[in-house]
Each structure stands twice: as C-alpha cells, then as structure tokens.
C-alpha cells in the first residue's frame, strides 16, 4: 500500500520522540508543505579523549569497539544505536539520521592508545553503534585513516557496514587480510529492493551489497554476512534463500539477531510500520511480542538478541539448516595477535 502523501521519503523515522534529558519537547511529527524540501542533513564535529570502548554486553563477540561517528544517515528503521542520540541531547527519531556527529581525530586519538604500553592486541570492531561507511565518510575518509593507523601497527581489526564503500578501501583491507588481522562483515536484511528501500532507505542497494560480499571474497578478504534484525512476517522467510546467495558469493559464515525494538526505537518503528505497512502492522507487532515474551523490547541478556518461543525456535531451527547446508566446514582464519608486540621493533617489519 503507497504510504500517505506526508510520509517523508528518503528517511527511516518520520517522528522525533522526546529526549528525556530535555526540559523542552521537540515537535513530534515536522510538518512540511507541499514541494517544501526536507531539512538537510547537519554534520557536528565532536572531540573525543578516547576512541576504543570496552564493549560489556555479553551477546556481542566483541571485546572492543570503534565509532567513528554518532548518528547515521541510513536511517534504519529498527536500529538499536537510535537510543544512544538523546545522551547527546537530540531525538532517537529523525535527528538521529539528521544530525550527524563526527570523530574526526580519531585516527590520532587511536594512534595515542595503541601506542601506550598498557595496550594489549585484541581485536577491535569498528561500527560497533553505527555504520563507519555511511555517505559523509567517502569525503572525511575517518574510516580509512582508521585502518591505515591499524595497518601501520599491525592491529586485527574487524568491520561491519550497510555500504558498498567498503571496497573503497580495498588496497588496505588486502594488506590486513593477508596477515589475518581483519574480517570484514556485511549487514544483509533482505533480498527484496523494495523493502530495503523502505526499511533501510539511504543503504546501498541489495545488489550492491551481494556484489560487495563476491569482491571482498574474490580478493581473499574473510567476509561475514549479518541478517539482522530478523522482523517476523517482514523478512523472515527469506532465511534459507539469503544464506544460500551469500554462500555461492563466497561468505564463510552467516549470523542473525532478532529484532528488539527497546526505549524509542518501539515508538518509531511503531509509527512507521502503520504508515507503509498498516494492513499487517498489528501482526508484525504481535509476531515480535510473542518472540520477547509478549513485549516489543525483551532487555534479558541471553534473550534479547535470539528472542524466546515458537516463532524464534522456527527462525533458529531455519538458520541452522541453512548453515548445515551451505556453509559447512567454512570458517575465518584465526586473529593474528603476535604481530602487534613487533611495532616496538620497527626492524623486524623487514619480515612481515
């Protein structure tokens, strides 16, 4: 069903739930006139001290993140991330995708940690919160500097993005590769354009992204792909197909979260799912209550991400098949943690 005439394309959210840590409420849907344009993406320089975080959830395989920005412009419709912009005092809602914050020295700062003698080699995820390729980074190149200062001291790292503009930085990520200091994961919600579109509207396209995972595979670069969230009645039953295409492109493995639709993110997704998609709204909506325990947003560590019930047996029962079938026996390569130590020894790059 065409969404309503108000419906703001181009973007995830179409309202800005308030920010708890304001005294004044934003307005809770914009109202534009007709022919009038949207409000242009704004870019905010932040200073950070640090750069890498200690990732504490125990459902993230991760010990360490990087978040080169705040905010994404991709405007995911369920993204978890949302629920960070208000600590930086804006909406989770549309100005989570308007008002982006931007690490600029973080390549410096990164240098300044890595180079302490405190520091011990692990690796370290970057776009742990969000997407460290969305549009602004192909004129910063954050990113980029990122992973030079990663290569230089010969640190594993690991990636995760929505954007084909990963292969921008192909030359570096060969010279990772090569040393088993990187993996590379690619978010693949779907493979039907149509609902990317609505559901993850300024992302690289769906045909980008497979050509993305072939590229990075085809150059020896350990690729992951990660569907998630899995929304029942949305893109559930494109597991087995999914996992299939990625494995003839060459993934090694294929992972899933379920949907959580915690603090405001529910509100937006809620509003959304009305707008484009009011005649199965409800049922999604039951369908998620019923993978959490009956509500939207399950806050259990160990739950929360694989969900619990019918439904969510039905899903795993299906990832684990799809596995078994197409990419058995594929794993990465194990981390190369010895490299690191020898950046205090300059001489002995001579035979890296």
């Not at 690796?123 to 969000?130: E, L, V």
């Not at 994961?185 to 396209?205: F, H």
Request: hydrophobic share 35%.
């Amino acid at each position: 069903m065409k969404p309503p005439n108000k419906y703001l394309k181009g973007r995830g959210a179409q309202i800005n739930t308030p920010n708890p840590y304001e005294k004044h409420e934003y307005e809770a849907r914009p109202h534009l006139e007709e022919n009038q344009e949207q409000v242009p993406t704004q870019f905010i320089e932040v200073h950070p001290k640090t750069i890498i975080n200690k990732v504490k959830s125990p459902d993230i395989p991760a010990e360490y993140s990087l978040n080169p920005y705040q905010g994404c412009e991709h405007g995911c419709i369920y993204c978890y991330a949302r629920n960070t912009h208000p600590y930086w005092g804006y909406s989770a809602g549309l100005e989570f995708e308007q008002k982006i914050l931007l690490k600029k020295e973080a390549p410096q700062v990164l240098r300044k940690q890595l180079s302490s003698k405190k520091w011990k080699a692990a690796p370290i995820m970057i776009a742990g919160n969000t997407d460290c390729y969305q549009p602004i980074e192909k004129k910063l190149e954050i990113t980029r500097h990122i992973l030079q200062i990663c290569w230089e001291f010969r640190h594993p790292v690991s990636l995760i993005t929505k954007n084909s503009l990963v292969l921008r930085d192909l030359d570096i990520l060969q010279k990772l590769a090569e040393k088993r200091l990187l993996r590379v994961a690619i978010s693949i919600t779907t493979l039907n354009e149509e609902l990317r579109q609505k559901m993850e509207p300024r992302t690289a396209s769906i045909k980008q992204r497979l050509h993305t995972v072939e590229t990075l595979a085809n150059n020896n670069i350990p690729v992951f792909v990660m569907m998630a969230p899995i929304i029942p009645s949305l893109n559930d039953h494109e597991i087995i197909p999914l996992v299939k295409k990625v494995a003839e492109l060459g993934a090694y493995g294929v992972g899933y979260t379920m949907v959580r639709l915690n603090g405001d993110v529910g509100t937006i997704f809620k509003d959304w799912i009305e707008q484009v998609y009011p005649n199965k709204a409800s049922k999604v909506l039951k369908q998620i209550a019923d993978t959490d325990g009956g509500s939207i947003e399950d806050k259990r560590f160990g739950t929360r991400m694989r969900g619990k019930g019918h439904i969510a047996d039905i899903i795993h029962q299906q990832f684990k098949v799809a596995k078994q079938k197409f990419l058995k026996g594929r794993q990465a390569p194990p981390y190369d943690l010895e490299l690191f130590g020898k950046k205090k020894n300059p001489q002995l790059r001579l035979f890296d």
